[in-house]
């Protein structure tokens, strides 16, 4: 399930739940555990993953359909779940973190995983409820790539965190929301065509077609005399 809403100042989000089949999306092995019914946690359905104490689960996404050339912008991870049986005063939550952008094959152990770990707040009744982390702006210091989001590669660990030996929190639906603009620069001219992509520059102005604008261009006349220092910036003059 893939769907795309249209944001404020030509900002997109693309939102994906886990919807591949178990073997596909849930990964073990190393020292990657498993959850009780992992496969669980593929939708909001009231039927439950359950993780005891320092229980990590890697799950995959499928591809998020993300256009070339956008710059990502932020990535937020919903969680929903509830504490199951472990006691709401042992700090039941769960950790979160993203898979390394130069994961080529799939995880098979905590470093496949970098970044910041993000928490969610704590889990204090039975009922599900909802947890957010990440924002439209946060990169979780990884910044995820484009190929790996719209490939198969892209997996998010989560760790259940129950301080009571034996005891076991509850995860119900796992789902991704990825920001991205295709106008970093917001001049409407596109990332993938514009030749200054972080820069505003609405003329294109390209003194030397060398596929750099000018306002991003240190050498605009290509005479190998930077700018700053050129007496004819926008004519070639080597000998100056």
Not at 54 to 68: K, L, T, V
Not at 90 to 119: E, M, R
Not at 152 to 171: A, M, Q, Y
Not at 197 to 220: F, H
Request: glycine share 8%.
């Amino acid at each position: 399930m893939i769907a795309t809403v249209s944001l404020t100042n030509d900002v997109y989000a693309v939102t994906s739940s886990v919807t591949k089949s178990p073997d596909d999306w849930i990964k073990t092995g190393g020292n990657l555990q498993s959850f009780v019914i992992p496969g669980n946690a593929i939708s909001s359905d009231d039927d439950r993953a359950s993780g005891q104490n320092n229980a990590p689960q890697a799950y995959g996404f499928p591809p998020f359909g993300i256009p070339a050339g956008s710059e990502i912008l932020g990535i937020e991870a919903n969680l929903e779940g509830n504490l199951g049986n472990c006691p709401a005063d042992t700090n039941p939550h769960f950790n979160v973190q993203l898979s390394n952008p130069s994961l080529s094959a799939d995880p098979s152990a905590l470093s496949d995983f970098i970044g910041d770990v993000k928490p969610t707040s704590n889990f204090a009744l039975a009922t599900d409820v909802i947890k957010t982390v990440g924002t439209s702006s946060d990169k979780w210091n990884v910044t995820p790539t484009i190929s790996q989001l719209n490939g198969n590669n892209f997996w998010v660990l989560v760790t259940s965190i129950c301080d009571t030996n034996g005891k076991k929190i509850e995860l119900d639906h796992l789902q991704l929301k990825v920001y991205f603009t295709e106008d970093s620069d917001d001049d409407g001219i596109l990332n993938n065509v514009d030749n200054c992509p972080v820069t505003a520059n609405l003329d294109q102005l390209d003194t030397d077609n060398d596929l750099i604008g000018n306002v991003c261009d240190p050498d605009d006349d290509n005479d190998t005399v930077l700018d700053g220092v050129d007496n004819c910036p926008v004519t070639a003059n080597l000998d100056q």
